[in-house]
């Protein structure tokens, strides 16, 4: 059976539209949104949880980065970001317990300081859109593959390389980061993930182009 090809979708007011018409009477809906560095995923799902309203929570994967110093031990802190720099069984378990409404609490992360906050976020009690985003979530590598199949509805964003280069270039340079060290760590580090994760990617449900 052929996978059906995903929607292309114009902008978050249209992905907002399609989820609220998604939601069960009496259910928790699971949406990811999914992109690679620099696609913008963060700002659209913040923008789709404001646009769904006090029903959403927006839930970064962010907050399972592996600790700084547990990466250094591993000789990965230089690829911080990559898939194997998070801890993935600990994400699996949250998707499943807020579901199930085992818990109401997720890890946060504080980009300034590099470091995850334990209790970062609450699921409200009458929260019944669960939004998730990540750049691995529609990830299609041995552990990560798994994931999909609690999403009810998946967003991809599709951005070309070259404009992701730029993008990512320029994250390091609004850190304040000198030019020749932002270009550095940006394709030695995180245009690699970008293409480990366009290369790999899952079906989706929808896809926004050049956000």
């Known amino acids: 059976m052929s996978t059906p090809r995903p929607i292309i979708m114009k902008n978050a007011k249209e992905i907002s539209a399609a989820i609220a018409e998604m939601l069960p009477a009496d259910d928790r809906l699971l949406v990811a949104v999914a992109g690679a560095p620099g696609s913008g995923k963060s700002t659209i799902a913040a923008t789709i949880a404001d646009q769904l309203?006090?029903?959403?929570?927006?839930?970064?994967?962010?907050?399972?980065?592996?600790?700084?110093?547990?990466?250094?031990?591993?000789?990965?802190?230089?690829?911080?970001?990559?898939?194997?720099?998070?801890?993935?069984d600990g994400f699996k378990r949250l998707i499943v317990d807020l579901k199930q409404r085992k818990t109401n609490i997720f890890p946060g992360f504080d980009r300034a300081a590099d470091c995850v906050i334990a209790q970062g976020g609450i699921v409200p009690d009458d929260a019944?859109?669960?939004?998730?985003?990540?750049?691995?979530?529609?990830?299609?590598?041995?552990?990560?593959a798994s994931l999909a199949k609690h999403w009810d509805a998946s967003l991809w964003l599709d951005v070309p390389e070259e404009e992701l280069e730029k993008r990512l270039i320029q994250r390091w340079l609004d850190h304040g980061m000198p030019k020749?060290?932002?270009?550095?760590?940006?394709?030695?580090?995180d245009l690699v993930n970008a293409q480990r994760v366009m290369n790999n990617a899952l079906p989706s449900t929808w896809v926004i182009t050049n956000t």
């Open 180 to 189: 020749e060290q932002a270009e550095l760590r940006a394709r030695g580090n």
């Open 128 to 144: 019944r859109i669960l939004l998730f985003e990540g750049n691995y979530l529609l990830f299609d590598e041995a552990g990560w």
């Open 53 to 88: 309203g006090a029903c959403c929570c927006l839930i970064p994967m962010d907050g399972f980065h592996l600790d700084n110093s547990v990466l250094e031990e591993r000789g990965l802190l230089p690829k911080k970001g990559a898939p194997e720099t998070f801890d993935l």
